[in-house]
C-alpha cells in the first residue's frame, strides 16, 4: 500500500479485501509481480497518475480465482498476465478487468511472464510501432544491459540492425555483447556523443532509445543522423530539462515520448502485441533476464535495488 508519496519505505505491506468480480471482472490470485521503474516514478509522485492511499505496480502474473459475467471467455484455473495502467499489482490477489489479461502460452512461466510483459511489449513497442526498425540501420541504445534495454537490443539485431549499446560497467558490457550488441560504450568513461561520430563515420544514427533521461538525452540528440528520432521512454536519472525545439532543426529530427498503454488501449492492439511478444520469447529472440526475486513484504528492498542501477534484469516480487 502506497499511503503517501516518497521513498522506498513508502511502501508497506497491509491487509486489504477483495471482492467478488462483477461483470467483466476476474478475480486474481497473484504468483509473481513484475517491478518497474514506472512503479518507482509513482511511489515516489514523479507520476501524479496514482492518488495515495492506492496500491502501486503494473503488471503481474497469476491464476482466475473467480470470473464475472461476460469475462471473455476466461474461467477459474486460467493462468494470465496482465498489464494495466490503473495499478493494483502489489497485492496478492485482486479485481482485474478481463481486457487486461493475457492468456499465457504453457511454455511462459509466471516468473517469466512477471518479468517480461511490460518489458516485452514496451520493446514491441518501441521497434515496431513507434518507429519500424528496418534491416541495416544503426541505433543506440542506452542502459543496453537493462530489464528493456537487453531485450531491445536482441530484438533490434533480429531485425537486422547495428547496434550500439551504452552501459555503465564492465559486468554490464558483458551483458549487452551476450544479448547481440555490435559496439559498447562505457559511458563513465568515455565520451558516448564523440564515440558514435566515430563509429557512424559522422553520420549518426537513425534512432535513439533512450530511458536514462536527464543525464543522457541531450547527448542523444548529437547522435542522430539526419531525419533520425530521439525515442524517451524513461527517465532513471531524472527529469530532461526543457530544450529548445529549434535545436531538432540542426538534422530535421524527431523527438517522441512514447507511454506502452497508450498503444493498448483497444483490446485488438494489446492482443497483437502480447502475441508477437510470446511468440519472440518462445522463438528466442528475446530471452528473460530476472535477476532479483523477492516476498512481496520487501518491495521497499527491490525499489532500492532498482533505482540504485546497478542490477541488470528484471525484478520480480513473490506473493
Known sequence: MLRA???PDALRLEPVEVGAPG???????????????HDAYVRSGLYRTLEPPGIPGV???????????NALGFAPGDRISYVTPTYGAYAEERVLPASAALRLPPSVSDEVAAAIT?????ACMLLTRV????AG?????????????????????????????TVGSAEKARLARECGADHIILYREENFVERVQALTGGRGVEAVYDSVGRDTFSGSLDCLAYCGMAVNFGQSSGAIEPFAISRLAVRSTVVTRPIVFHFLRERAALEA???ETFDALEAGIIKPHTVLRLPLAQAADAHRAMESRSLSGAIILIP
Not at 503488471?59 to 459475467?69: I, K, L
Not at 543496453?144 to 549499446?165: D, E, F, M, P, S
Open 23 to 37: 461483470p467483466g471482472e476476474l478475480r486474481v490470485r497473484h504468483t509473481a509481480i513484475g517491478v518497474n521503474f
Open 118 to 122: 511490460v518489458k516485452g511489449l514496451t
Open 59 to 69: 503488471e503481474a502474473a497469476g491464476v482466475v480465482v473467480a470470473a464475472g459475467p
Open 5 to 7: 508519496y516518497g521513498g
Open 131 to 134: 518507429r519500424r526498425v528496418q
Open 137 to 165: 540501420e544503426t541505433l543506440l541504445i542506452h542502459a543496453a544491459a537493462g530489464g528493456v534495454g537487453q531485450l531491445l537490443v536482441r530484438w533490434a539485431k533480429h531485425l537486422g540492425a547495428t547496434v550500439i549499446g
Open 273 to 275: 502485441m502480447a502475441r
